[in-house]
């Protein structure tokens, strides 16, 4: 029976794009879970399966094996449709490009996902979707009149606002400056500090890493290692021993 | 710049192919016609006037659709750039040279397909001269004298126009910081130019100053064709004239039909689109308007003509001839309206890829996708029929009124529902085919 108390587990998870020759085996027989609550960080040199694997999860790609649990429920079989519909409803995705759609002011990006589930956002629940970004003013604002720090806490509103199951976030702050992306990040730790959000954030930042309970570290599509109240310079001390590894298995 | 414009061409075939089909059968068609006019210079008399009239008169409405259709093609796949435009400004281009390469790619496409366009239009002016003279429109003295200066004049001036178009697209796909338009991957919208509104209230207001001379003036000449004259273009420059100011117009009447697409994620999908990207749709309800006006317009006056001829005195018999050359030209006109439509549907559909993509990862499921473009679909061509038909006015009523019809001509008016519903099934047709993998 599934295990209720992980927010999102997967199990063997394989990924391989294309056949024959030319196949790439972007995860192999990946084995993790995410507990309620807590704030993962995902690393690894560029390549190594990060963004397959938040993809996988996501039901963006369907995984050549193995299995995803969201909650406990096995959803790795699911339709396209349902799958979407699980994505619209219990995941929240940041992306690195944002992806706000530009004829919608903050307000009604944040509300997209429910509009296409066919609810309304109440205002009482918007303004405090916002506030917590600290966009309460820019409620209005179409994405081209706000920064990209601010455009980035648009879409962090809109993944919160579904109460998701578990918030994946590919780079969020690779396209951000630091001091814009330190915001950002204390932002998702508060998340999960004071809304418990389970989160799973993709970099490859060391100091961004920092801000998260927990490291997985991939290599080639495989689990390499974790480490659990990472600091940035213990990070950055094994990812250049990784990049060792890698150099040297190539 | 060159190589890459070159190489670029390869990769975007459909948009390539849009613009060229656009461009080879409207050159085929203007070029045609000019070889009517430059035919005229040795003809003697009658057949002198009727040739300039065919030639001038109706290859001038012609040349109208096709010069329109020809700048729109290149407008909307000159805006599918931006993404690419953003990207090449980012690693150093400078915008003088992303708009030289949108340019030189719209003048390659344009200048190969004009010239293949005047080839056939050196099969197709003489088989049209020849259809005049076996319809004894013409007499046998006079010879067809159409040479290479009306077919590379034709040609030139479509490729010249497309050319322009582009570097007027190049423009705004270069427009603001490069950056900024990469994360946006879309046109900030904007206003109408004023240039725009200005050549669009030009047109509606010279289609309805030919339709006030129709009654008041040639209606009461002798001559039965007078008022075809004036009033014939009518429609097709009011149309064209209410295209030029669809986004608009799409803006304005788009409004009041929201409640109609309901609260589903589909229709607020289809609200929202139709509302606040109307340029990018107005691509997709112009060719419905000059469609559906010259078309309705025209027939209809062809339909007052020849019911009314009689009566109104057909000294030389021709009116036979005049209405299956007009039934002729009509329906080269509405095949190349025709095309343009599907064009338009296909292309702007083409250029929401990203976007669509990008609410699919955000959870709109492939159906709500579709389902929303062919709501958008539906209210473009809503939206093209009501002002077609109102275009076709400027030419029916003149003409109903001046054959004593009444303000509504005695028959024919199944026409209006039928040009309509065709144009429908294209625009919608044209946008269901192209969505049929919005998504991965
Ligand atoms: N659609 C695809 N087709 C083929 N190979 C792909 C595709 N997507 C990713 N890959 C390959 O899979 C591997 C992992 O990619 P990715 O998950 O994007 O890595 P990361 O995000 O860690 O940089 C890479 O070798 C990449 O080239
Ligand atoms: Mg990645």
Known sequence: MADHTHALAVEGLTKRHGSGAGAVDALVGVDLSFARGTFTAIMGPSGSGKSTLLSCVAGLERPTSGRVLLEGTDVTSWDEARRTRMRRDRIGFVFQDFSLIPYLSAAENVALPARLAGRRVGAEAMRLALERVGLQSRAGHLPSALSGGQQQRVAIARALIGQPAVLLADEPTGALDSATARDVLALLRSAVDELRQTTVMVTHDPVAASYADMVVFLVDGRVSGRMTAPTADAVAAQLAHLDQLTGVAR | ?440
């Open chain 2, 1 to 440: 710049m060159t190589a890459l414009a070159l190489r670029s061409l390869r990769h975007r075939l459909p948009a390539v192919a849009a613009t060229f089909v656009a461009a080879l059968l409207g050159t085929a068609m203007m070029a045609s016609f000019a070889t009517l006019l430059e035919s005229a210079g040795g003809a003697s008399g009658e057949d002198q006037e009727l040739l300039i009239i065919m030639g001038g008169v109706v290859g001038g409405w012609d040349a109208l659709i096709v010069l329109f259709s020809v700048a729109s093609t290149v407008g909307i796949i000159a805006d599918q750039r931006i993404r690419e435009a953003s990207l090449l400004r980012t690693i150093g281009a400078l915008p003088r040279q992303v708009r030289a390469m949108i340019v030189y790619e719209a003048a390659v496409v344009t200048v190969v397909a004009a010239a293949a366009g005047a080839a056939i239009a050196s099969i197709g002016g003489p088989a049209l001269f020849d259809a005049l003279q076996r319809g004894n429109l013409i007499t046998s003295s006079s010879t067809y004298a159409g040479g290479p200066a009306s077919l590379l004049a034709a040609a030139g001036i479509v490729a010249l126009v497309s050319t322009v178009a582009a570097g007027i697209s190049s423009r705004r796909a270069t427009r603001g910081p490069a950056a900024f338009s990469l994360r946006q991957a879309e046109v900030p919208a904007r206003g109408l130019r004023w240039w725009r509104v200005a050549i669009g209230v030009g047109l509606v207001t010279s289609g309805l100053v030919s339709a006030v001379i129709t009654i008041t003036v040639t209606g009461k000449s002798d001559d039965a064709y007078a008022a075809m004259q004036t009033s014939g273009s009518a429609s097709i420059v009011v149309g064209v004239g209410l295209a030029t100011l669809a986004p608009l117009l799409l803006r304005l009447l788009a409004r009041p039909l929201r409640p109609l697409l309901g609260g589903s994620g589909s229709g607020h999908l289809a609200a929202l689109n139709t509302t606040r990207r109307a340029y990018l749709l107005a691509g997709m309800l112009a060719p419905v308007i000059v469609l559906i006006s010259g078309a309705v317009g025209t027939l209809l006056m062809v339909g007052i003509d020849s019911r009314t001829l009689t009566a109104a005195g057909d000294p030389e018999g021709v009116g036979d001839t005049i209405t299956t050359i007009n039934s002729v030209v009509l329906g080269m006109v509405c095949l190349f309206a025709a095309i343009m439509v599907v064009n338009a549907g296909v292309a702007v559909v083409s250029q929401r890829r990203p976007e669509l993509d990008r609410l699919w990862r955000l959870g709109a499921t492939s159906d709500q996708l579709r389902t929303s473009i062919v709501m958008e679909a539906a209210m473009v061509a809503a939206i093209g029929i009501l002002l077609g038909l109102l275009g076709s006015t400027a030419t029916a009523v003149p003409y109903s009124i001046v054959r004593h019809e009444g303000l509504i001509p005695n028959g024919q008016l199944w026409l209006a529902p039928l040009i309509a519903g065709l144009a429908a099934v294209l625009a919608v047709g044209s946008a269901w085919g192209a969505q049929r993998r919005p998504a991965r």
